[in-house]
């Protein structure tokens, strides 16, 4: 089994910037493929930024050029540098890894407020 837990969330004002972290464990070796999604308010979940299998990235159009996903493979962890933060930007936030033969894996969340 695969475990994945964020940490990082938080109220940060308009412009402002927050790191969220992802740390997996268990079963690290069937994973393929790590990610964030977000889910506002009435909103359905949408992706946010994403390795893919092959190691590329793919990125939300409303966040490109301010959201940086990055890894630490040592760490099996996964960062989310959110840069230039909106009210829109306002969601919980979910790490998801896809896991061979196997489906994904979900963290519990963890809140993105951004307000002044």
């Known amino acids: 089994q695969v475990q994945v837990v964020e940490s990082g969330g938080g109220l940060v004002q308009p412009g402002g910037s927050l790191r969220l972290s992802c740390a997996a464990s268990?079963?690290?070796?069937?994973?393929?493929?790590m990610g964030w999604y977000r889910q506002a308010p009435g909103k359905q979940r949408e992706l946010v930024a994403t390795f893919t299998h092959g190691g590329s990235t793919v990125y939300l159009d409303a966040v490109k050029g301010r959201f940086t996903i990055s890894r630490d493979n040592a760490q099996n962890t996964v960062f989310l540098q959110m840069n230039s933060l909106k009210p829109e930007d306002t969601a919980v936030y979910y790490c998801?890894?896809?896991?061979?033969?196997?489906?994904?894996?979900w963290g519990k969340g963890t809140l993105v407020t951004v307000s002044s």
């Open positions: 268990g079963s690290i070796s069937s994973i393929y493929a």
């Open positions: 998801n890894a896809q896991i061979l033969l196997a489906g994904s894996a």
